[in-house]
């Protein structure tokens, strides 16, 4: 069997090239044609998990066409012999209002009818709420200065707790002025 | 005014207060302030008085660099802050501008970019802070009155631990208006002095409503310096216990025993859930002071003071709902002091948990306990200045010792008997600000 036989990588590079393009476009018709459309057809998405040629197109047609665009790095294709491969990437965009770092595994296979995904899987790598909190309000924390930072949220939740437990009643209001 | 520069010239070095001395605009309004009384005017209460305020206080003319780098590239101030102002149209003569730490975030005035004020008691230790130039220029005798701001301890530490008198009035009772702010909510400024009497005048000169600052009182100005020789006759008189009566060194619970000894203070009272409103005021602090500063957080963090910075930007992530619980526990923890107030008038108790740390000391040990210093130093303080409440810092001298504070604490507007106990405290010799000028022989061995 011949590992990434050039001729084999390139038609894999044109079809993730088309896939994220799909992707981006949100072309819910190509995508769907992307995948191999059998009930054995899974992907695993970052927030949902689709089993079924069925349940992966619901999704694809459920979901708002926005922030979609993603910066791709790290692209990595192996193929074995002619009819078998798996597409890796790493990928940055926006979700939820913070720039988030995601990885995408696909697993793809020759059919008489031609290449499909037959399996994939995509990921947020976990962002520390330190990163989250200040990608919101869009601040960058120096390297040097994040693990001083993390420490300090650290020590104010601590600080924060016997007051958070503390319950206050609806009425109360903040007090701004002082009068004996 | 010429000697009052030139012990700015003979001490400074050693003490670093000054980050600007005003020589030639001092001298030409001293010779302005004398024509005037040649004159036969009236120039004012504080006719000729050397003043100078910490450097976060606008002087027309002048950049305000509010102990930072970054400020310091700022166009100078078109007009001086409201304090400034009246302290001039009372005849007052300013001299400069005082060292903090940066933004005022930090106990200690160890300015990086400015470097540490020292402590004219012992030159390696520090000042307090963050007004420590305004602390040590009056504590050194360089001049009889500075101005300072204080947000959780500010005003009362340094006073404290220069062994002068510090005035933090109430929230609103003297305008902030040109003065660069570090936590909005607890933002006050107030003087330093060595004696009641300099710091009576003083703050009838200071307080009062003004238009200029959002947050300044309607409430009229009530003269406090007729009312001074009043004593303490009358006034129910408390040392506060539970949390301000543990935590600190042996020394600073002593200088409460002996202020309330004085004063025949026999009572105790518990202010109670003063661990909550000390969490409350750290929480709201890190967040304002934080919002504050954010823009130049995200695009020149590294022009910060590398001693602050980790906690600005720490500040800007807090949950709001922190925030939010945080403002409005003032208003339970308000309605309890209310209530401790309707028992009593004036309340007792350290201004620190030590006497002045050594510059660059990390750690205190309290009760056989090593902890954090600089955060500590606002123990006491910091619970007070959460409601506004108005607390003037007492300097008590034990033979041999460096000096320690004593706070006095009323009710919201009753500065002026906050200033009859200290009166009262003064005239018995118990509280007492004798200048102590730095001996060139401790710079040598340094």
Redesign the interface.
């Known amino acids: 069997m011949v590992i990434n036989d050039p001729a084999v990588v390139r038609e894999i590079l044109a079809l993730h090239q088309e896939y994220e393009a799909a992707l981006v476009g949100n072309d819910i018709a190509k995508l769907t044609e992307l995948f191999w459309d059998s009930s054995q057809a899974l992907r695993f998405g970052v927030g949902e998990s689709l089993y079924g040629a069925a349940e992966i197109d619901a999704f694809r047609k459920a979901r708002p066409a926005i922030n979609l665009e993603r910066e791709v790095f790290n692209l990595g294709i192996v193929t074995f012999g002619s009819s078998h491969a798996t597409v890796t990437i790493e990928f940055k965009r926006m979700a939820s209002g913070i720039l988030r770092h995601g990885r995408q595994s696909q697993v793809w296979v020759k059919f008489p009818e031609g290449w499909k995904i037959v399996s994939a899987h995509v990921s947020f790598t976990p962002t520390s709420?330190?990163e989250s909190?200040?990608s919101l309000?869009?601040?960058?924390?120096?390297a040097e200065?994040a693990e001083?930072?993390r420490q300090?949220?650290e020590r104010?939740a601590q600080?924060?707790a016997?007051?958070?437990a503390?319950s206050?009643s609806e009425e109360?209001?903040?007090?701004?002025?002082?009068?004996? | 005014m010429l000697a009052t520069l030139e012990a700015i010239q003979r001490h400074d070095a050693q003490l670093n207060c000054f980050t600007k001395v005003l020589e030639t605009e001092a001298l030409a309004e001293a010779d302005a302030i004398d024509a005037r009384i040649a004159a036969g005017e009236d120039v004012g209460p504080l006719a000729g008085v050397p003043f100078a305020v910490k450097n976060l206080f606008d002087i027309a003319g002048v950049t305000t660099i509010a102990g930072s780098k970054i400020h310091a590239t700022s166009p100078p101030a078109q007009q001086d802050a409201a304090v400034v102002q009246r302290l001039k149209a009372a005849g007052a003569n300013l001299v400069g501008a005082l060292n903090m730490d940066e933004y005022a975030y930090g106990f200690t005035t160890e300015n990086t970019h400015y470097g540490p004020t020292r402590n004219p008691h012992d030159l390696d230790r520090v000042a307090g802070g963050s007004s420590g130039g305004s602390a040590a220029a009056v504590a050194a005798g360089m001049l009889p009155l500075t101005l300072g701001s204080d947000t959780n301890g500010s005003i009362r530490v340094p006073a404290a631990l220069c062994g002068i008198y510090g005035l933090k009035p109430?929230?609103?009772r003297i305008s902030r208006a040109g003065a660069y702010l570090f936590a909005e909510?607890f933002d006050h400024v107030g003087p330093f002095a060595r004696s009641v009497r300099d710091i009576a005048v003083a703050f009838d000169v200071l307080h009062g409503p003004d238009p200029r600052d959002p947050?300044a009182?309607d409430r009229p100005a009530e003269p406090v310096s007729p009312q001074l020789e009043r004593g303490a006759e009358g006034l129910r008189i408390a040392v506060a216990d539970g949390y301000f009566s543990h935590g600190g060194m042996p020394e600073v619970f002593e200088a409460v025993q002996k202020a309330a000894q004085a004063l025949d203070a026999n009572e105790a009272v518990t202010i109670p859930?003063v661990?909550?409103a000390r969490?409350?005021a750290?929480?709201i602090t890190?967040c304002e002071g934080g919002n504050l500063h954010?823009e130049d957080?995200?695009t020149r963090?590294?022009d910060f003071d590398p001693v602050v910075?980790?906690?600005f930007?720490?500040g800007?992530?807090?949950p709001a709902?922190?925030h939010?619980?945080?403002?409005?526990?003032?208003?339970?923890f308000?309605a309890k002091l209310r209530e401790v107030f309707r028992h009593v008038d004036v309340i007792l108790a350290p201004t620190t948990p030590c006497p002045a740390i050594r510059i660059g000391q990390p750690t205190i040990t309290i009760d056989g306990k090593e902890v954090p210093s600089r955060p500590n130093m606002g123990y006491y303080t910091q619970p007070l200045s959460f409601?506004?409440?108005p607390v003037l810092s007492v300097p008590i001298f034990a033979p041999g010792s460096l000096p320690v504070g004593v706070q006095l604490i009323g009710?919201?507007?009753?500065e002026a008997l906050l200033l009859r106990v200290a009166r009262q405290l003064e005239r018995m010799g118990v509280a007492s600000a004798p200048i102590k000028v730095p001996s060139p022989a401790a710079e040598a061995v340094r």
């Open positions: 709420y330190m909190a200040a309000i869009g601040l960058q924390i120096p200065y001083g930072v300090n949220i104010s600080i924060a016997p007051l958070l503390y206050l109360i209001e903040s007090a701004q002025v002082f009068r004996p | 109430t929230y609103g909510s947050v009182s859930d661990e909550k969490a409350a750290y929480i890190a954010l957080l995200r963090p590294q910075v980790e906690r930007l720490a800007t992530l807090l709902s922190w939010s619980h945080a403002q409005r526990f003032r208003r339970v308000q409601i506004g409440l009710a919201p507007y009753n």
